[in-house]
Structure formats: structure tokens, C-alpha cells
């Protein structure tokens, strides 16, 4: 498919009543945006600064109110529109994957998902990005309907469906050279990978350790991170009063774990206190706590966190410090041994390092 | 899909002050069928297990989880056990009996009951920590058979504080009362001090399973006097109190460093879950 078979598929799912939304170019910067005029599509192939998260787990929902009847017991399926993510890369693709387990049981996220068209894309390599080289054999963990890989400035793309869905949307579309991936679920075979499995047990390891007193004196507690990684879903709900219209409703609306009264309890107690064990929870979600839970890492290395950080924390650089720590040896313990074990002193195996 | 946010509805059959700040109020699901039940092996429970909490919401004031603090026979109504503190408590508090309000749940896991049969028991109450035991000790008032001694140690700041006043002859039967003050009045002929003084002054039965239930800053005090006089890491069991918002393990807000949830993997714990979970108590 080359660039002006797309702005034409663009056009047949505007004609199909989808909503678009792709990255365009902005004063520089890359957004998301609606599409309404197909000509002036192109496929822009660096990542957004946000993610696709809030049109799929959006900001601020209504989970009740009290303005209509139907609208008592959940969704509204009727403000629900059929959308296209158009361009999304497969760092947000595995966001995603991964968002779709934990909000499995979820009917607002499954609702939205259920109307959602994904047209993936290989990612550029960004400055701040890391750990996810793309590879083919990945896509068939992920979610999609229909993805574009290019590789280089190569002005054909190689087209994939992974639903039924996609497929019928090239058909019709009049456009069948593509090829199919069966989706094997979100988790591979494998589990997580040695690296993952190394850095959750390095993140536990190294709780209470210098990489965390440093980071907790670094970081400012802005929550910028916490909102445009596309991973972040912590939540609050609470009951808004809308006085012009005498009605209530109970919203979910994104939350950081980073805000002060995130674990506090009625009385004023809290018990995340300090900002370092904010930003260890924070992390020890990504690295311990999601992979414990779904199998899956919690960070898919997009490397937005990093771009906004304002006190210049970069989380590829923390995943290297946990990566490399050390725990101290537990010398106070040794004294408990029994002298008699000590007595007769063990022959020392020669263990001979293998070169890296 | 069932929407596990969706609330059901509850009328006040009952609201009984127990002080200025405190009242204990009777609910009754419209349809008995919206409680869910948990079922012990023993059968001695049915519907829900003394140390669940239930998501009480009144539309307008949001959401809070509250734990029940009546034995679940029978299990068409239940009590919680609300203090005036903030928004919703408030609210709660100008209502009448016949009002109508919300419910999710009940949520978590509760005292591990069929480990306490046949057991000595402790149980350590401060404040208002004494509402979630309040099942628990109606259950051995019936059952005390099934039981080995239950001692119960509580503490509260004053006696117009102290909560269940009335029930505490009946309790007495089968329990051994042993109640401190803060702050006594002149009437008041029991201990004074904290909770952990007692403990000087009260022996502890051998090899008895020991429940805690009160405000964070009590925790610690209470645990290394215990473990003083010989209780066993092994058999201490704690209900946590944190901020909670969806109730089923997912929001994140209720999370302790171990990656436990306090709302779905508690909120009663064995001291041993928590011990490599720093700032847990
Ligand atoms: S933690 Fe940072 S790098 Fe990882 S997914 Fe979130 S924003 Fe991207
Ligand atoms: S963006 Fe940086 S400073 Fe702000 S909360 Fe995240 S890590 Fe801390
Ligand atoms: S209350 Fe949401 S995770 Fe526990």
C-alpha cells in the first residue's frame, strides 16, 4: 500500500462513519488529532507525546448518573462511536494488550473497545525509546486489526490483518495483499522474558536502596509521567453535582499515584509519605507488580516518561542502575551461624566468569 | 458483562447513637439476592465472613467501604458502624430509618475462621477497631463451644467513646472483658492507659490466635508487646485500613509494598504477609 492508498482507505472509513484518530504534525509537535479531510492525511510515523490511552480508557467517564434511566446501570451504548486508531505504534499496541487484561472484567473500557478499529504501525526509533526492537513475530500478541510496517523510507508498506474485522475492512476496501497473523494471545508462551523476570527481582531486591533515596530527592511529584505513559491507569471514583441540571453521576477519572492524598485515609493518614515511596511504587507497579499480576511487563519503553520529566529523570537510565545492584551482603547474619560450621573450612570452588 | 462498579439499593431499618460522633445503622438490601455470599467450610457462616467490608455510597457523596460490624446470622440485614468524619459520614448522619441508600459488596477476606476453632483467642481492639471484631465476638457468644478462652483486650480515649456498651454483660458470658480508658472519669473503675498497658497487668492465654483491629499508630506497640509475652509471629492477624476506591484489586490506591491489595488479598492479614512489607504497619 503506498501513501495514496492510504489516504484513500482514510476516506472509505470516513464514508463507514468511523471517527479517526492519527498522529499529525502540530507548531512541531506530534498529537493526535481527529481526521476529517482524507487528502490532508499523511501516515506520520514518530510517536505522539500522549498516547492513544484516553480513547480507549478516557480521562474522566461516567460510570452512572442520574440524568436518564438507561444511563443507571452503565455504558450509554449510544455515546459510544465507532472509532479508528489510526497509526497507533507497537509500544501503545502493547500498552493496550496489557490494559485490556487488567480492564478485562471492565464493560466501559470492553464497550469502547468493542467499537474501537486499530491500525498499528511500526514505530521510528525514538531518542528516549528502548527494549522493544520490532520485530514481525511480535504483532501476533497484539491486538490489532490491520497493521502497516515499513521499514526504512520504503514508499510500499507491507500490510497484516489480525481480525476478522481488518480483513473485512480491506476486502471491501478492494485491497488484498496482506498477509494474516493469528492472534496467540497477549502473553507469550515464554512468560515474561529474562530481562523482565532480572528486573523484577532487582526492583524488590533494591527497595530502600541509594537508586530510590535518589530518585525520591530528584523527582518533584508533578504526575506529567503518570499521564502520558500509556500504561498508567490508576483511577479514582467519586460522585460530581451538576447544579445546572440537578443531576449526579459517579465518574472514574484517571489518578497518579504521585498525588500527595493518593493513600490517604480518612483522619489525614497516609501511607505512601514520602516521595520516595511514591516514585518506588510507582516503578515496582511497572516491574514487579503488573508482571506478578498479568505476565507482562508494565513498562513498554515508549519513553514518554522521560520526555516530560521536568527534574530530568530518565527511565532507561533507572532500569540500568536497578539492572546492575547489588545487594550488600547480609554480614550481621553471618554471626548467627553456628561456630561448628565455620570450624572446617570449605574448599573454594575456582568459578571462572564467563567472558561477556 | 456484570458491571462490578453497579451499587444496589439498602433502606435504614435501623439507626441506634452510640455517641456524639458514632452511630450504628441497620441496612437491608431491597433484594437479598444483591449479597454476594462467602460461605465458610464449617457453616457457622453464612453470607459473609466477620472482617469483610461493604462499599456503602449515597448518590452526590460518593463511595466509602465500611466494615460490617454484625454477625451475619441473620444475613437479610447487616450494621456498620459509621463516625462522623468527612462528606459522606456526615450525610449519613442526617438521614432516618425508611432512607434509602447504596451498596457494593461485601469485598475482601475476613478473619480466618476455621483457624480459630477450638483456639484461644485475643482480641485486640482500639477505637473503632472494635466494630469488625464486633461479628466475630457475636459468632463466639452463640458458638462458644467451638471455641478455646477468648480473651479481649480494648481500648478507647473515653467511656462516652467506648462502643457497644450495652452489649458488653452479654459478651461477658463467654469472654473475658478486659477494657481501658485513655482519658478516665471519675466512675470508671477499669484499667487506664493504652491498649498495651493492659498487657502488664493481664496475662495472655498460651498459644492463642491473636486479631488486631484499630488505627494505624497502634499497630507496632501492640505487636511487639505481644510478641513479649510470647506470642507467636505466626499467630497475629491484622485488618488494615487504606484509602480504597474500586474494591476489586484495581485502582491501585489500596496497595502495600509487597504488591498486596489490601481490598481484595485483605484486608485481614497474617503478620507474616506483611512483615517484608515496609510502612504496611
Ligand atoms: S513508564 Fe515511561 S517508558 Fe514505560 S511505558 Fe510508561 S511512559 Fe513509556
Ligand atoms: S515527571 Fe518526573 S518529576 Fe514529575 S512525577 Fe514523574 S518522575 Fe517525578
Ligand atoms: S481499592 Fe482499588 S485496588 Fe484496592
Same mark, same amino acid.
Given at each position: 500500500?503506498?501513501?495514496?492508498?492510504?489516504?484513500?482507505?482514510?476516506?472509505?472509513?470516513?464514508?463507514?462513519?468511523?471517527?479517526?484518530?492519527?498522529?499529525?504534525?502540530?507548531?512541531?509537535?506530534?498529537?493526535?488529532?481527529?481526521?476529517?479531510?482524507?487528502?490532508?492525511?499523511?501516515?506520520?510515523?514518530?510517536?505522539?507525546?500522549?498516547?492513544?490511552?484516553?480513547?480507549?480508557?478516557?480521562?474522566? &467517564?461516567?460510570?452512572?448518573?442520574?440524568?436518564?434511566?438507561?444511563?443507571?446501570?452503565?455504558?450509554?451504548?449510544?455515546?459510544?462511536?465507532?472509532?479508528?486508531?489510526?497509526?497507533?505504534?507497537?509500544?501503545?499496541?502493547?500498552?493496550?494488550?496489557?490494559?485490556?487484561?487488567?480492564?478485562?472484567?471492565?464493560?466501559?473500557?470492553?464497550?469502547?473497545?468493542?467499537?474501537?478499529?486499530?491500525?498499528?504501525?511500526?514505530?521510528?526509533?525514538?531518542?528516549?525509546?528502548?527494549?522493544?526492537?520490532?520485530?514481525?513475530?511480535?504483532?501476533?500478541?497484539?491486538?490489532?486489526?490491520?497493521?502497516?510496517?515499513?521499514?526504512?523510507?520504503?514508499?510500499?508498506?507491507?500490510?497484516?490483518?489480525?481480525?476478522?474485522?481488518?480483513?473485512?475492512?480491506?476486502?471491501?476496501?478492494?485491497?488484498?495483499?496482506?498477509?494474516?497473523?493469528?492472534?496467540?494471545?497477549?502473553?507469550?508462551?515464554?512468560?515474561?522474558?529474562?530481562?523482565?523476570?532480572?528486573?523484577?527481582?532487582?526492583?524488590?531486591?533494591?527497595?530502600?536502596?541509594?537508586?530510590?533515596?535518589?530518585?525520591?530527592?530528584?523527582?518533584?511529584? @508533578?504526575?506529567?509521567?503518570?499521564?502520558? @505513559?500509556?500504561? @498508567?491507569?490508576?483511577?479514582?471514583?467519586?460522585?460530581?453535582?451538576?447544579?445546572?441540571?440537578?443531576?449526579?453521576?459517579?465518574?472514574?477519572?484517571?489518578?497518579?499515584?504521585?498525588?500527595?492524598?493518593?493513600?490517604?485515609?480518612?483522619?489525614?493518614?497516609?501511607?505512601? &509519605?514520602?516521595?520516595?515511596?511514591?516514585?518506588?511504587?510507582?516503578?515496582?507497579?511497572?516491574?514487579?507488580?503488573?508482571?506478578?499480576?498479568?505476565?507482562?511487563?508494565? @513498562?513498554?519503553?515508549?519513553?514518554?516518561?522521560?520526555?516530560?520529566?521536568?527534574?530530568?529523570?530518565?527511565?532507561?537510565?533507572?532500569?540500568?542502575?536497578?539492572?546492575?545492584?547489588?545487594? &550488600?551482603?547480609?554480614?550481621?547474619?553471618?554471626?548467627?551461624?553456628?561456630?561448628?560450621?565455620?570450624?572446617?573450612?570449605?574448599?573454594?570452588?575456582?568459578?571462572?566468569?564467563?567472558?561477556? | 458483562?456484570?458491571?462490578?462498579?453497579?451499587?444496589?439499593?439498602?433502606?435504614?431499618?435501623?439507626?441506634?447513637?452510640?455517641?456524639?460522633?458514632?452511630?450504628?445503622?441497620?441496612?437491608?438490601?431491597?433484594?437479598?439476592?444483591?449479597?454476594?455470599?462467602?460461605?465458610?467450610?464449617?457453616?457457622?457462616?453464612?453470607?459473609?465472613?466477620?472482617? !469483610?467490608?461493604?462499599?456503602?455510597?449515597?448518590?452526590?457523596?460518593?463511595?466509602?467501604?465500611?466494615?460490617?460490624?454484625?454477625?451475619?446470622?441473620?444475613?437479610?440485614?447487616?450494621?456498620?458502624?459509621? !463516625?462522623?468524619?468527612?462528606?459522606?459520614?456526615?450525610?449519613?448522619?442526617?438521614?432516618?430509618? *425508611?432512607?434509602?441508600?447504596?451498596?457494593?459488596?461485601?469485598?475482601?477476606?475476613?478473619?480466618?475462621?476455621?483457624?480459630?476453632?477450638?483456639?484461644?483467642?485475643?482480641?485486640?481492639?482500639?477505637?473503632?477497631?472494635?466494630?469488625?471484631?464486633?461479628?466475630?465476638?457475636?459468632?463466639?457468644?452463640?458458638?462458644?463451644?467451638?471455641?478455646?478462652?477468648?480473651?479481649?483486650?480494648?481500648?478507647?480515649?473515653?467511656?462516652?467513646?467506648?462502643?457497644?456498651?450495652?452489649?458488653? *454483660?452479654?459478651?461477658?458470658?463467654?469472654?473475658?472483658?478486659?477494657?481501658?480508658?485513655?482519658?478516665?472519669?471519675?466512675?470508671?473503675?477499669?484499667?487506664?492507659?493504652?491498649?498495651?498497658?493492659?498487657?502488664?497487668?493481664?496475662?495472655?492465654?498460651?498459644?492463642?490466635?491473636?486479631?488486631?483491629?484499630?488505627?494505624?499508630?497502634?499497630?507496632?506497640?501492640?505487636?511487639?508487646?505481644?510478641?513479649?509475652?510470647?506470642?507467636?509471629?505466626?499467630?497475629?492477624?491484622?485488618?488494615?485500613?487504606?484509602?480504597?476506591?474500586?474494591?476489586? *484489586?484495581?485502582? !491501585?490506591?489500596?496497595?502495600?509494598?509487597?504488591?498486596?491489595?489490601?481490598?481484595?488479598?485483605?484486608?485481614?492479614?497474617?503478620?507474616?504477609?506483611?512483615?517484608?512489607?515496609?510502612?504496611?504497619?
Amino acid at each position: 500500500m503506498t501513501n495514496s492508498d492510504l489516504k484513500l482507505f482514510v476516506e472509505f472509513l470516513l464514508n463507514k462513519n468511523y471517527t479517526i484518530h492519527s498522529p499529525v504534525r502540530k507548531n512541531g509537535k506530534i498529537v493526535i488529532r481527529e481526521i476529517t479531510d482524507s487528502r490532508k492525511f499523511s501516515l506520520i510515523k514518530e510517536r505522539p507525546l500522549y498516547s492513544f490511552k484516553n480513547f480507549l480508557l478516557p480521562d474522566k &467517564k461516567t460510570l452512572f448518573s442520574t440524568t436518564s434511566d438507561e444511563n443507571k446501570n452503565g455504558n450509554d451504548q449510544k455515546l459510544i462511536r465507532k472509532q479508528v486508531l489510526f497509526g497507533i505504534t507497537v509500544f501503545d499496541l502493547r500498552a493496550v494488550s496489557l490494559l485490556s487484561q487488567i480492564f478485562e472484567k471492565d464493560p466501559y473500557f470492553q464497550d469502547i473497545i468493542s467499537m474501537t478499529l486499530f491500525i498499528g504501525q511500526s514505530p521510528i526509533p525514538e531518542e528516549n525509546s528502548f527494549y522493544e526492537k520490532y520485530e514481525e513475530n511480535i504483532l501476533e500478541h497484539f491486538k490489532f486489526d490491520i497493521f502497516i510496517e515499513s521499514r526504512g523510507d520504503q514508499k510500499d508498506f507491507r500490510i497484516f490483518t489480525g481480525s476478522k474485522h481488518g480483513q473485512k475492512m480491506l476486502n471491501e476496501f478492494g485491497y488484498d495483499d496482506f498477509e494474516h497473523i493469528e492472534y496467540a494471545g497477549a502473553v507469550p508462551e515464554e512468560g515474561l522474558s529474562d530481562f523482565h523476570k532480572k528486573l523484577k527481582e532487582k526492583t524488590k531486591l533494591s527497595y530502600g536502596s541509594k537508586i530510590w533515596k535518589d530518585l525520591g530527592k530528584k523527582c518533584l511529584g @508533578c504526575d506529567k509521567c503518570t499521564i502520558v @505513559c500509556p500504561t @498508567c491507569f490508576c483511577f479514582k471514583i467519586y460522585d460530581e453535582n451538576n447544579i445546572f441540571n440537578d443531576s449526579i453521576a459517579r465518574v472514574r477519572q484517571w489518578d497518579s499515584c504521585f498525588n500527595s492524598e493518593f493513600s490517604e485515609i480518612a483522619g489525614g493518614t497516609k501511607f505512601l &509519605k514520602t516521595m520516595e515511596d511514591r516514585i518506588y511504587n510507582w516503578y515496582s507497579h511497572k516491574f514487579v507488580r503488573i508482571p506478578d499480576e498479568y505476565n507482562l511487563p508494565g @513498562c513498554v519503553g515508549c519513553g514518554r516518561c522521560a520526555d516530560v520529566c521536568p527534574a530530568g529523570i530518565n527511565i532507561k537510565d533507572e532500569i540500568f542502575k536497578i539492572m546492575k545492584f547489588k545487594a &550488600k551482603k547480609p554480614i550481621a547474619k553471618m554471626s548467627k551461624f553456628k561456630s561448628k560450621t565455620l570450624k572446617k573450612p570449605r574448599t573454594k570452588k575456582l568459578i571462572y566468569e564467563k567472558p561477556i | 458483562m456484570r458491571n462490578q462498579y453497579k451499587t444496589y439499593p439498602l433502606i435504614i431499618t435501623n439507626i441506634e447513637s452510640q455517641n456524639a460522633l458514632v452511630k450504628v445503622f441497620t441496612l437491608m438490601p431491597e433484594d437479598r439476592k444483591n449479597i454476594k455470599c462467602a460461605t465458610d467450610e464449617k457453616k457457622i457462616i453464612k453470607c459473609w465472613v466477620p472482617g !469483610q467490608f461493604i462499599s456503602i455510597s449515597i448518590p452526590g457523596f460518593g463511595e466509602a467501604p465500611f466494615a460490617i460490624c454484625s454477625s451475619p446470622n441473620p444475613c437479610n440485614e447487616f450494621q456498620i458502624c459509621v !463516625q462522623k468524619k468527612g462528606g459522606l459520614t456526615s450525610k449519613f448522619f442526617s438521614m432516618s430509618v *425508611g432512607d434509602e441508600i447504596d451498596f457494593r459488596g461485601p469485598y475482601g477476606n475476613g478473619f480466618p475462621i476455621s483457624k480459630l476453632s477450638k483456639r484461644n483467642l485475643l482480641l485486640i481492639a482500639g477505637g473503632l477497631g472494635l466494630a469488625p471484631l464486633r461479628p466475630l465476638i457475636q459468632i463466639i457468644a452463640n458458638h462458644a463451644a467451638e471455641f478455646g478462652k477468648v480473651q479481649l483486650f480494648g481500648g478507647s480515649r473515653e467511656e462516652k467513646m467506648m462502643l457497644f456498651k450495652n452489649e458488653y *454483660g452479654a459478651w461477658r458470658k463467654n469472654i473475658e472483658l478486659n477494657l481501658t480508658l485513655d482519658i478516665p472519669n471519675e466512675n470508671w473503675n477499669g484499667s487506664t492507659g493504652l491498649v498495651t498497658a493492659l498487657f502488664d497487668k493481664i496475662p495472655i492465654s498460651k498459644n492463642a490466635i491473636a486479631i488486631i483491629c484499630g488505627p494505624p499508630v497502634m499497630f507496632p506497640a501492640v505487636i511487639k508487646k505481644i510478641k513479649k509475652k510470647g506470642m507467636a509471629e505466626k499467630n497475629i492477624y491484622l485488618l488494615l485500613e487504606r484509602r480504597m476506591h474500586c474494591g476489586v *484489586g484495581i485502582c !491501585q490506591h489500596c496497595v502495600l509494598v509487597n504488591g498486596k491489595y489490601v481490598c481484595k488479598d485483605g484486608p485481614v492479614f497474617n503478620y507474616a504477609e506483611l512483615k517484608d512489607s515496609p510502612g504496611a504497619i
